[in-house]
């Protein structure tokens, strides 16, 4: 179906104006309102990621997003991106994100004939998501797991989401997993045993020194972009995407939750915990006037948050391989979890994590974390 045309009474629009960017991003507020873990995002900040103004992600990416309007209501949304930078563009595979629809079989056939179309006329000879928008942000479509309310930059989807998904020709590609770990869970006696004497000769671990921020980012955004690269679906970060970063980060992160790895004088890896500020926002409905801003902050600050994300981590490559490098990740993850515990967390997230991820799963398992939820891409092909 064309956009703009109308299929059983269903029209799918482009969005083309600031007033109905405002109704993309409401369309899962709406569907989520009588769902108990569902945590609506900012708008603010919805308003900053979902436009080139906000975004470094548009520099290097073609994007377009749609609404479906059936009677008067809007009914369901889509995106459809092609970035430049992603590898499996070369291979012809295109993305949709930003999928939420009402449980209508016809509505999620009106919206991906419309992304599809989209992707078709670009020379895009399959379809993969959701990826909302970059790999580097949210990925997949949770399919198991909705009991728990979602982790600060995790997606939460409806129920008949995968079925209706499904019906439209589309199979699992691969599926994402997120981990959830207590802060007082143990790392096995052998490694305990072996963190308590000390790191090896030549190791240091430290935490992010906010005096040298952007460098700091920058060190951060190389490794990632080291450690990272081998996985499926990898597409390196640049440098406005790592300002952009910077500038988000610094709002919430605490150094004291951040801890770089050095071996022999160079830094070769990190830990990031978040704050979890879904706990923070979960009754704002989305908006931080004219009261949000001081709940917001009074809860960060002084209420504490009890659970956090783990959404980066990494050690390059050619220190993973060393036997000293085989321990980075676990000294990383004592010294988060020491911190954490001092200051008031219980629980934390580590995601998202690869299912043929094997080197960063065996560590989640040797950590005491444990497969919540799962999310899963899918793919089809459109000739």
């Keep these: 179906m064309a956009s703009g045309e109308e299929r059983d009474d269903i029209r799918v629009i482009p969005v083309a104006t600031a007033a109905e960017l405002d109704r993309f991003i409401r369309v899962p507020m709406r569907l989520g309102a009588g769902d108990p873990n569902y945590v609506a995002p900012l708008i603010f900040e919805r308003q900053e990621s979902l436009t080139a103004k906000g975004n470094p992600f548009f520099a290097h990416a073609e994007v377009q997003f749609w609404l479906a309007v059936k009677a008067g209501r809007d009914v369901g949304r889509i995106s459809a991106q092609i970035d430049a930078l992603n590898p499996q563009t070369a291979e012809g595979i295109g993305n949709f994100g930003m999928i939420a629809a009402e449980n209508d079989s016809a509505v999620f056939a009106a919206l991906f004939g419309a992304a599809e179309a989209w992707l078709r006329s670009r020379g895009c000879r399959a379809a993969l998501g959701p990826v909302n928008l970059s790999t580097n942000e949210e990925v997949g479509l949770l399919v198991e797991g909705a009991e728990h309310p979602p982790m600060f930059m995790m997606s939460h989807d409806t129920a008949h989401a995968p079925h209706r998904i499904e019906e439209q020709g589309y199979a699992r590609a691969k599926d994402i997993f997120a981990y959830i770990c207590s802060v007082n869970d143990d790392l096995p006696a052998p490694i305990l045993r072996r963190i308590r004497k000390g790191p090896p000769p030549g190791v240091t671990l430290r935490m992010l020194d906010m005096s040298r921020f952007e460098a700091e980012v920058d060190t951060l955004t190389g490794i990632l972009n080291d450690a990272w690269s081998g996985n499926w679906g990898f597409t390196p970060t640049t440098?406005?995407?790592t300002k952009a970063l910077?500038?988000?980060?610094?709002l919430?992160?605490?150094?004291?939750?951040?801890?770089?790895?050095?071996?022999?004088g160079e830094t070769v890896g990190f830990m990031i915990l978040l704050p979890n500020i879904n706990e923070a926002i979960a009754d704002l409905k989305g908006k931080l006037f004219p009261f949000g801003w001081a709940k917001l902050i009074w809860?960060?600050?002084f209420k504490g948050l009890k659970s956090g994300r783990v959404p980066l981590m990494g050690v390059k490559r050619k220190a993973a391989g060393s036997l000293r490098g085989r321990l980075l990740p676990f000294l990383l993850i004592d010294a988060i979890a020491q911190a954490a515990r001092r200051l008031g967390y219980e629980r934390y997230e580590l995601s998202w994590v690869l299912e043929d991820n094997l080197p960063m799963r065996r560590i989640c398992d040797a950590g005491g974390a444990k497969v919540y939820k799962t999310y899963r891409l899918y793919q089809k092909a459109l000739v």
């Excluded at 910077?246 to 610094?250: H, I």
């Design 239 to 241: 440098e406005a995407e």
């Design 246 to 250: 910077a500038a988000t980060l610094k």
């Design 252 to 264: 919430l992160i605490d150094k004291r939750l951040t801890w770089f790895a050095e071996m022999d």
């Design 299 to 301: 809860r960060l600050k």
